[in-house]
Nanobody, 115 residues
Framework: QVQLVESGGDLVQAGGSLRLSCVAS????????MGWYRQAPGKQRESVAT???????RYADFVKGRFTISRDNAKKTVYLQMNSLKPEDTAIYYC?????????WGQGTQVTVSS
């Protein structure tokens, strides 16, 4: 079982920035593929950005050029740097860890972007 704890969510004005962090309890964190997902009210959860164990990254089109995912294996932490935030980025952001067919989720952190 892997526990994930997200932090960094906040209320921010449009155009502002936030950095989300997710700390994992996994003993072999470096082997996990990690990702950030979000869910807005009334909408399905969607992928925002992912980073593999070899640090290959992928982004949803709606965040390309604005968000950056990174990881620090020594700290067992994955980050999501969010710049140029828009009101439509408002959502609960979840961290996920996956190895093989096993996926684990954090509890989420709220990001609210005011116009």
């Amino acid at each position: 079982q892997v526990q994930l704890v997200e932090s960094g969510g906040d209320l921010v004005q449009a155009g502002g920035s936030l950095r989300l962090s997710c700390v994992a309890s996994a003993n072999i964190f470096r082997l996990y593929n990690m990702g950030w997902y979000r869910q807005a009210p009334g909408k399905q959860r969607e992928s925002v950005a992912t980073i593999t164990s070899s640090a290959s990254t992928r982004y949803a089109d709606f965040v390309k050029g604005r968000f950056t995912i990174s990881r620090d294996n020594a700290k067992k932490t994955v980050y999501l740097q969010m710049n140029s935030l828009k009101p439509e980025d408002t959502a609960i952001y979840y961290c996920a860890a996956q190895i093989g067919s096993n996926r684990y989720w954090g509890q989420g952190t709220q990001v609210t972007v005011s116009s």
